[in-house]
Nanobody, 130 residues
Framework: QLQLVESGGGLVQPGGSLRLSCAAS????????IGWFRQAPGKGREGVSS????????NYRDSVKGRFTISRDIAENTVYLQMNSLKPEDTAVYYCAARDKSRSNWYRFGWSSQYEYDYWGQGTQVTVSS
């Protein structure tokens, strides 16, 4: 059974940092494209970053470029999202998602669309506030 578990969220002051983890069980994460999404209260779910399969490209939404970094640890079967220089507008529940490896590498709706991913974690809350 494929399962994703996020962790690392919390309360942080503006300008601070957090590292989110997305740990997989039941499958090898390196074979799957992974996306990080977030959803703030009253808003839709938006793509934050993604990483392709082994050695694949990374993508970031414009508002987090230069502040967030996505990476994989193959040995730990985990994908990370390092978030620096956090802002109040980064406050949201953050989810990681995996794209089934049976899908092609062509994204009909783009890497940041939730419809491109098949397996989801339960989310972790990130709150940026003074």
């Amino acid at each position: 059974q494929l399962q994703l578990v996020e962790s690392g969220g919390g309360l942080v002051q503006p300008g601070g940092s957090l590292r989110l983890s997305c740990a997989a069980s039941g499958f090898t994460l390196d074979y799957y494209a992974i996306g990080w999404f977030r959803q703030a209260p009253g808003k839709g779910r938006e793509g934050v970053s993604s990483i392709g399969t082994s050695g694949g490209r990374t993508n970031y939404r414009d508002s987090v470029k230069g502040r967030f970094t996505i990476s994989r640890d193959i040995a730990e079967n985990t994908v990370y999202l390092q978030m620096n220089s956090l802002k109040p507008e980064d406050t949201a529940v953050y989810y990681c998602a995996a794209r089934d490896k049976s899908r092609s590498n062509w994204y009909r709706f783009g890497w940041s669309s939730q419809y491109e991913y098949d397996y989801w974690g339960q989310g972790t809350q990130v709150t940026v506030s003074s």
